[in-house]
C-alpha cells in the first residue's frame, strides 16, 4: 500500500513538471526546447522504472506459468511414457504402458493401434498385430467407426502381410453386413470389386 502511494505521489509531481514546461513556456523556441528536453526525460526514466517494477513482473510471471502448465500436461499425459519409450526404441515397455492405458480407458482405441502398429512395423509380427487387433475388438461394443477400423486393419494384414485374400474378403463382406449404408460398407465395397470378389456396377451410360 506504501509503495502505491509513493508512485502516486511521484507519478503527480513527473506529471505536474512536464505539464507546467510545455503549458507556461515562453516566446524563445531555444528555451523552450531545452526546458521541455529534461522534462520528458524525467518522464521516460519514471515511465521505464514503472515497467520494470510492475510491467515486467507480471510477464515474467505469465510466461513462467505457460511453461509450468504446459510441462503439467506433459506430465499427466498418459500417453507421454508409452512415446518415450518408443522413442527409446524399448518397444516392450511402450506396448506394456499402452496396455495400462486401455484397461483405465477401455473406449480408447488409440493404445491398441499403438501397439497394433508396434508389433507390425517395429516387431515385424504381423500376426501378433491381428491378435491384438482382434482382441480389441472382440473386447467389447465399440462405436461404429472404431470397430470399422479395427476389422479394415485386419482384412489389411490378412491380405498384404499374409496373402489370405479369402479371409480378407471375408471380413469385408462382414463389413458391408454390419455397417450397411455407411463409407465402411462403401470403401469394403470398393475393395472387394478391386479384388474381383464381386462384379463392378454394370455402365448404365448411354452410347
Not at 475388438?137 to 470397430?147: R, T, Y
Not at 450397411?180 to 454394370?202: F, M, Q
Request: proline share 5%; charged share 25%; with cysteine.
Amino acid at each position: 500500500m506504501t509503495k502505491i502511494i509513493v508512485h502516486t505521489v511521484i507519478f503527480l509531481i513527473v506529471a505536474g513538471v512536464v505539464a507546467s514546461v510545455f503549458i507556461f513556456k515562453g516566446d524563445d523556441e531555444n528555451a523552450n526546447a531545452a526546458a521541455q528536453l529534461p522534462a520528458l526525460m524525467l518522464a521516460g526514466v519514471y515511465l521505464g522504472v514503472l515497467f520494470v517494477l510492475y510491467v515486467l513482473p507480471t510477464i515474467t510471471h505469465k510466461a513462467t506459468s505457460a511453461v509450468l502448465d504446459s510441462n503439467e500436461l506433459v506430465e499427466t499425459d498418459p500417453l507421454h511414457d508409452a512415446r518415450a519409450a518408443y522413442a527409446r526404441g524399448d518397444y516392450e515397455e511402450a506396448m506394456d504402458v499402452y496396455r495400462e492405458v486401455a484397461d483405465d480407458d477401455p473406449y480408447n482405441r488409440l493404445p491398441w493401434v499403438e501397439i497394433a502398429k508396434i508389433q507390425h512395423d517395429n516387431l515385424e509380427n504381423p500376426e501378433a498385430a491381428m491378435e491384438t487387433l482382434r482382441g480389441a475388438l472382440e473386447s467389447h461394443e465399440w462405436p461404429v467407426n472404431d470397430a470399422a477400423y479395427f476389422m479394415g486393419r485386419i482384412a489389411e494384414i490378412y491380405l498384404e502381410d499374409m496373402d489370405d485374400s479369402e479371409s480378407c474378403i471375408t471380413i469385408l463382406n462382414q463389413m458391408i453386413e454390419i455397417f450397411p449404408e455407411t463409407r465402411h460398407s462403401a470403401n469394403a465395397t470398393h475393395k472387394l470389386r478391386e479384388l474381383g470378389a464381386i462384379e463392378a456396377a454394370p455402365n448404365t451410360t448411354p452410347s
